[in-house]
């Protein structure tokens, strides 16, 4: 994809408010697996690396949404290029040690990758961490009164969760797709994934953001590792053990898109206040 600076889906997420104002506002609809995910990251890591891990995440969210997705920060690679490109990113790759496989594009931040990696290698830790994540995810599910009556497990269950989850939100039916429409002209569209394989794997959602009068080009967000871009740790709603979690996962990611919605009208005194 290919646009211009000028191009109005452009200008207006360079308003984006940020990921903390994003975060603390999708905290404050009661869900809280990004926060411990990101606490345990920090225990991991040592308060000593807080600001410099605060820094990273922040400036990921930023390029990410800047450039529609369409690249990694860890990489430095965009296909539409940010147009705030972060010095301190550029340092980080620059200063990183030599990358070997099976790690392709591991975070920059020198503890955090040391995080992916044991997670990787360390099979008691993974079960560790998926274990406690699973009952933080129970725990969730009981605080928001979710309910999985009619999941089987199939992608197309998801429909009437997603009917419900959206309409409550103001998002309008328009066959299997549910949209909305800000004050700034962009359309926020969720989308089913039915295709391929007809049992879920993890929430089958798909999200695109486009301006009502370039309807041709998009953030699509099909990948939902591009929202843990935008909020670091809120991946642990796409990793789902049963019934509720998978329940919990749509009505959280499509919670947070509502909210990247309206952090995509706020002005900047607004932003700055939350």
């Known amino acids: ?8 889906l452009l200008h207006v997420v360079h308003t984006w408010c940020g990921r903390r104002f994003t975060q603390n506002t999708f905290s404050e609809l009661g869900f809280s697996l990004h926060l411990r995910w990101q606490e345990r990251i920090t225990e991991f890591c040592g308060q000593h690396q807080v600001s410099i891990l605060d820094r990273y995440w922040d400036e990921v969210a930023r390029e990410t949404m800047e450039s529609l997705g369409q690249g990694n920060p860890n990489t430095r690679e965009f296909s539409i290029q940010p147009k705030n490109r972060s010095i301190f990113l550029d340092e980080l790759f620059a200063a990183r040690a030599l990358v070997e496989p099976p790690f392709k594009s591991p975070p920059l931040v020198k503890c955090l990758f040391e995080h992916y990696k044991k997670t990787y290698f360390d099979n008691e830790f993974r079960q560790a961490e998926l274990v406690a994540f699973e009952k933080l995810q129970q725990e969730e599910s009981a605080r928001l009164g979710i309910t999985a009556v009619g999941w089987t497990g199939r992608k197309k269950d998801a429909v009437p969760f997603v009917d419900a989850f959206g309409l409550r939100l103001n998002f309008q039916r328009q066959g299997n797709r549910w949209r ?12 089913v994934d039915t295709a391929g394989n007809p049992f879920c794997t993890k929430p089958p959602l798909i999200f695109r953001i486009f301006h009502a009068n370039e309807p041709r080009y998009a953030f699509e967000i099909e990948n939902l590792d591009v929202l843990a871009r935008l909020v670091p740790g809120v991946g642990m709603y796409g990793r789902c053990a049963g019934p509720e979690s998978y329940v919990l996962g749509i009505k959280g990611y499509i919670e947070l898109f509502d909210v990247i919605a309206s952090s995509l009208e706020k002005r900047a005194m607004n932003c700055a206040s939350n």
């Open 1 to 8: 994809m290919s646009l211009a600076d000028d191009h109005p």
């Open 180 to 191: 909305k429409r800000n004050d700034n002209g962009l359309v926020f569209d969720i989308g």
